[in-house]
């Protein structure tokens, strides 16, 4: 079955810098658009970032933006996000996300979901 597994979530202070990371398995990860979601207590799941299939296109939100870098590893299937000059309205639980269209999940639809990764921000 389809696993999406994320790592390197944890607790940084305001200015630090995370690196995440997406391991999948169980599908053709190159056929694949990815994203990065994270949701806070008590609010919306937003996307963060996402890439297309073969990394040469990028979406970020607007708060990402000049801070977290996306990539992707066709050759180990996995996709990462560089996050630095972190803040505390970043702590979230971040998740990545499969779909085969990069313009659904940035809409953020997604046909495969991994379980996520606490981040936490401290002032």
């Known amino acids: 079955q389809v696993q999406l597994v994320e790592s390197g979530g944890g607790l940084v202070q305001a200015g630090g810098s995370l690196r995440l990371s997406c391991a999948a398995s169980g599908l053709t990860f190159s056929s694949y658009a990815m994203a990065w979601f994270r949701q806070a207590p008590g609010k919306e799941r937003d996307v963060v970032a996402a890439i297309n299939l073969n990394g040469f296109s990028t979406y970020y939100t607007n708060s990402a933006k000049g801070r977290f870098t996306i990539s992707r590893d066709n050759a180990k299937n996995t996709v990462y996000l560089q996050m630095n000059k972190l803040k505390p309205e970043d702590t979230a639980v971040y998740y990545c996300?499969?779909?085969?269209?990069?313009?659904?999940?940035?809409?953020?639809?997604?046909?495969?979901r991994g379980q996520g990764t606490q981040v936490t921000v401290s002032p």
């Open positions: 996300a499969a779909n085969s269209r990069l313009e659904r999940v940035v809409r953020g639809s997604y046909e495969f």
